[in-house]
T-cell receptor, first 122, second 112 residues
Framework: GAVVSQHPSRVICKSGTSVKIECRSL??????MFWYRQFPKKSLMLMAT?????????EQGVEKDKFLINHASLTLSTLTVTSAHPEDSSFYIC??????????????????FGDGTRLSIL | DQQVKQNSPSLSVQEGRISILNCDYT??????FLWYKKYPAEGPTFLIS?????DKNEDGRFTVFLNKSAKHLSLHIVPSQPGDSAVYFC???????????FGTGTRLQVFP
C-alpha cells in the first residue's frame, strides 16, 4: 500500500518552455501532497505544501509564479515549471500523506514519495 | 542553517553485523522523526518513525532510538544485509506542522 506515482521520470526540454509534472497517490487518498527539490549531494528541500481544493503554501524563496501547483483531487497534484531556464534543472520529487481532514487524525502518518522527475533544461 | 544533520556521509558494514546510522538535530520543537531509505533513481521509502514521547521504536530488523536531551537519534539495522545498501535520510517535523526537514543522508554499503 501507499504507492505514489510520479510522471514523467525524466524531462529534457528547451529553455523557455513549461513543464508539467504529475503526482498521484494510487491506493490512498492524500489530502496533503508535498513538492521537494533536490540539488546534487544535498538534502531534499521542501518547495511547497499542496492541500486538496485550496491554494498551495510555498516555502520562503520559492517563486509562486514560476512553480505552479494544483491539487484538484484527493489523488492528484501537479507541479508546472513555467518558462523554465537552465537553473531550474534539478530533481523534483513529490510526496503524499494519508490523513484525515483534521490535523490530529493525520499527524503521525509518514509521507510517501514518488520516484522523482529529473528535469534538464537546455 | 542545517537543522537536521547526518555527519557521516558514508558507512560500510559487513553482512550480518549491525549498522548504526546517526542523526542530530538542533530544533527543540521537533516532535516527530522518520527514517527513509533511498535507492538510486527511486524516491525515498519510509522505514520507521518515532514520536518524541517515545525513546525507542522497533520494526523487525530496524530500531530507532531517540535521545531528546542530546537531540540525537539513531537507526540500528541488525543483521545488516546487502540489500540494505542505499542512502538513508533522517527527517523531522515540528509540532503542528507536516513539514519535513531532511538530513543530507548517509550512504550505507553492506558487503558480503
Amino acid at each position: 500500500g501507499a504507492v505514489v506515482s510520479q510522471h514523467p521520470s525524466r524531462v529534457i526540454c528547451k529553455s523557455g518552455t513549461s513543464v508539467k509534472i504529475e503526482c498521484r497517490s494510487l491506493d490512498f487518498q492524500a489530502t496533503t501532497m508535498f513538492w521537494y527539490r533536490q540539488f546534487p549531494k544535498k538534502s531534499l528541500m521542501l518547495m511547497a505544501t499542496s492541500n486538496e481544493g485550496s491554494k498551495a503554501t510555498y516555502e520562503q524563496g520559492v517563486e509562486k509564479d514560476k512553480f505552479l501547483i494544483n491539487h484538484a483531487s484527493l489523488t492528484l497534484s501537479t507541479l508546472t515549471v513555467t518558462s523554465a531556464h537552465p537553473e531550474d534543472s534539478s530533481f523534483y520529487i513529490c510526496s503524499a500523506k494519508y490523513g484525515g481532514r483534521t490535523y490530529s487524525s493525520g499527524r503521525n502518518q509518514p509521507q510517501h514519495f514518488g520516484d522523482g522527475t529529473r528535469l534538464s533544461i537546455l | 542553517d542545517q537543522q537536521v544533520k547526518q555527519n557521516s556521509p558514508s558507512l560500510s558494514v559487513q553482512e550480518g553485523r549491525i549498522s548504526i546510522l546517526n542523526c542530530d538535530y538542533t530544533n527543540s520543537m521537533f516532535d516527530y522523526f522518520l527514517w527513509y531509505k533511498k535507492y538510486p533513481a527511486e524516491g525515498p521509502t519510509f522505514l520507521i518513525s518515532i514520536s518524541s514521547i517515545k525513546d525507542k521504536n522497533e520494526d523487525g530488523r530496524f530500531t530507532v532510538f531517540l535521545n531528546k536531551s542530546a537531540k540525537h537519534l539513531s537507526l540500528h539495522i541488525v543483521p545488516s544485509q546487502p540489500g540494505d545498501s542505499a542512502v538513508y535520510f533522517c527527517a523531522a517535523s515540528e509540532v503542528n506542522t507536516d513539514k519535513l526537514i531532511f538530513g543530507t543522508g548517509t550512504r550505507l554499503q553492506v558487503f558480503p
